[in-house]
């Protein structure tokens, strides 16, 4: 508990739980419906708009948001579009826009970046201006999700049976890729690149097997993400390494673990229906 006297490790740790209710309702959403590869192009492609705030002195919300938002929006189409090639295409605008970004920034004139900040982001010194953002985001985001819940569901686990009840699946599909992208921006400053996309991955991924609803896996989400920051954050108190890497290895860590025990116990019931 003494790590809490620091107002800088305080704003760390409610920085850390606000992303993980973000990305903990958000990444059910992009691993139920199989998004994640759309995701992680979504979060790379952001470097083009934060090039392009550099580059011409934007301010660095509105010109990522904006280059984001249109991004996410090509990929939402070419994936509705061309399924078999979807992956092709992303990967290439992925990567042209974090390019795209690099070389603008290298360009800027006397402005240095320090890209590793936006790889593994700043937690540390989150200022509270942000952690207000992270709040509204969240708030919002909750709210969405409880009012469209049913249509969420339906289009999740069943496009078409939700296309006969009348749901708009491509307005809404559209919409939860535009949300992600304003998830990615929002968050992507405060925690980084890398540890965003494993707050948007791998809690879902680990709750995914022993959750009965896409409410409660939501809710369990959120919950192994927050428990990933707090360890995550002792740890690099206590060892004095990169907050957002040791939350990324705690995660890590225990989705391999989660992996061994599944294997264990399927192994324990074949033996025992052979026996």
Known sequence: MEILQFEFMRNALMAGLLASII??????????NRIVFLSGGIAHAAYGGIGLGFYFGLPYLPSTLGFSLVVSILMAVVTMKAKHRADTIIGVIWAVGM????????????????????????????????????LAMAIIITGLSLFYYKDILAMSYDEEFAKIRGVPVKVIYIALISLLAITVVVVIQVVGLILII???TIPPFIVERYARSLGSMMIWSSFAGMLFTVCGLWISYVFDVTSGAAIIMVAGSVFFISLMLDQVVLLYRKRSKVI
């Not at 990305?23 to 139920?32: A, K, P, S």
């Open 23 to 32: 990305c903990g309702i958000m990444g059910t959403l992009v691993v139920v």
């Open 99 to 134: 390019a795209l970004g690099i070389i603008l920034i290298d360009l800027t004139p006397g402005y240095n970046v320090d890209l590793m900040s936006y790889l593994f982001g700043s937690i540390l010194t989150v200022p509270k201006s942000d952690l207000f953002m992270m």
């Open 198 to 200: 494993a707050l948007l």
